[in-house]
């Protein structure tokens, strides 16, 4: 049914969509955690979701280049 590229794009796929959600929710939850321990709240989800979408983004592309 499916052949050995398939599986390998289907690979690639999954590790590029961890790669760049995990600092997403990382970040997410470490900006609740910083806003309700110094109560501002949205302001630090904001900056953290921004500072992980980066790391998310730049570690996507190496992964690509490397490839």
């Known amino acids: 049914m499916f052949?050995?590229?398939?599986m390998s794009g289907m690979g690639v796929a999954i590790n590029l969509a961890l790669t760049i959600s995990l600092p997403l929710i990382g970040?997410?939850?470490?900006?609740?955690?910083?806003?309700?321990?110094?109560?501002?709240?949205?302001l630090?989800?904001?900056?953290?979701?921004?500072?992980?979408?980066l790391v998310g983004?730049?570690?996507a592309i190496r992964m690509l280049l490397k490839k």
């Open 3 to 6: 052949n050995s590229e398939d």
């Open 44 to 53: 630090f989800i904001l900056v953290c979701v921004i500072l992980g979408l």
């Open 27 to 42: 970040g997410v939850l470490l900006g609740q955690y910083l806003g309700r321990r110094f109560g501002n709240e949205p």
């Open 57 to 59: 983004f730049r570690q």
